[in-house]
């Protein structure tokens, strides 16, 4: 493993607009895009994923703020971790939290999706000086766990898992431009033995005590915007949104009519609640954000 941070490397080619710069934390190299000017705002992909899952949004995003999307180790322009096999989730926690280091970044708005989500609401419950604002979109940490939903968190961590293409296709609902590209780099380079035994590892993680966060969200004080799809049968908004709503009562919550990831599936809909939050967070505002769906999921679940 590598041990000392070299710092940015202008070698490196530019990947949606922006700089694609690389540091060596103790776990390894990770790449990184670094977009715009002004307050931090990290975006944090799934599993499987990349830095360009949020390539429909980061030209706005960027216009009003320093743009930073990672990505995790094994995707997008990050080698392979050591061993991908056996990888476990608290890996992708210690390089978000090595990486904001190296950066030396101050306190930082954050958008995480599904594993990404689970790994920014994480740190602001542990590390909340480092959080500003949190948009966790279908994020991982809610699942109320079953039978059945342990068991498919198994079927996912074993060699009979689902392709990343085709679990992918069933929750990307609307195929938009970047749901299209999503859906062919999961057919692609995430779709290489190794980068699936990562994928795999990381799955049989999510039906773990480590992975759950519904106790911990207590300690999350940092201004929320939680938004899920409602036609996502990953983490779905009236199961594991309604968990969230609950364990996050000061949170702010959406449901756009969209699977998985509404930043690709629904860009505009996604901007037109993600940017008045974050413009009234950076200016220390407090707003009370509507909800889109009919109602606030009813809240029958107890953190």
């Given at each position: 493993?590598?041990?000392?941070?070299?710092?940015?490397?202008?070698?490196?080619?530019?990947?949606?607009?922006?700089?694609?710069?690389?540091?060596?934390?103790?776990?390894?190299p990770v790449h990184y895009t670094d977009t715009g000017s002004?307050?931090?705002?990290?975006?944090?992909?799934a599993n499987p994923g990349d830095s360009q899952d949020f390539a429909a949004v980061l030209p706005a995003l960027a216009q009003r703020f320093r743009v930073l999307a990672?990505?995790?180790?094994?995707?997008?322009?990050?080698?392979l971790p050591a061993n991908p096999e056996s990888v476990h989730v608290d890996l992708?926690?210690?390089?978000?939290?090595?990486?904001?280091?190296?950066?030396?970044?101050?306190?930082?708005?954050?958008?995480?999706?599904?594993?990404?989500?689970?790994?920014?609401?994480?740190?602001?419950?542990?590390?909340?000086?480092?959080?500003?604002?949190?948009?966790?979109?279908?994020?991982?940490?809610?699942?109320?766990?079953?039978?059945?939903?342990?068991?498919?968190?198994?079927?996912?961590?074993?060699?009979?898992?689902?392709a990343p293409a085709r679990w992918s296709g069933l929750y990307l609902k609307r195929r938009s431009e970047t749901a299209l590209a999503m859906l062919e780099r999961a057919a692609g380079a995430q779709s290489q033995p190794a980068v699936r035994q990562l994928n795999r590892a990381i799955w049989r993680c999510f039906s773990l005590p480590c992975h759950d966060l519904r106790e911990a969200a207590a300690a999350i004080k940092a201004p929320t915007l939680l938004m899920f799809g409602r036609y996502d049968p990953a983490i779905p908004a009236?199961?594991?949104?309604?968990?969230?709503?609950?364990?996050?009562?000061?949170?702010?919550?959406?449901?756009?009519?969209?699977?998985?990831?509404?930043?690709?599936?629904?860009p505009e809909r996604f901007l037109e609640y993600t940017l008045p939050f974050l413009e009234q967070q950076a200016e220390l505002t407090a707003v009370d954000m509507p909800v889109l769906d009919e109602a606030r999921p009813q809240q029958k679940e107890v953190c």
């Open positions: 493993m590598t041990q000392a941070a070299f710092g940015h490397n202008n070698n490196e080619t530019l990947h949606n607009g922006g700089a694609m710069p690389v540091l060596t934390l103790p776990t390894g002004g307050t931090p705002l990290v975006l944090l992909h990672l990505d995790w180790p094994g995707y997008g322009q990050s080698p992708f926690f210690q390089v978000l939290q090595d990486w904001l280091s190296q950066l030396q970044l101050p306190s930082a708005f954050f958008i995480g999706n599904s594993l990404g989500g689970y790994a920014a609401a994480r740190l602001a419950a542990e590390v909340p000086e480092r959080v500003r604002g949190l948009i966790l979109v279908s994020p991982g940490g809610f699942t109320s766990h079953t039978a059945v939903t342990r068991a498919f968190c198994g079927l996912q961590g074993s060699r009979f898992a689902l009236d199961k594991d949104g309604v968990v969230a709503a609950r364990c996050l009562p000061h949170a702010d919550l959406v449901i756009l009519p969209c699977g998985h990831a509404a930043f690709a599936e629904l």
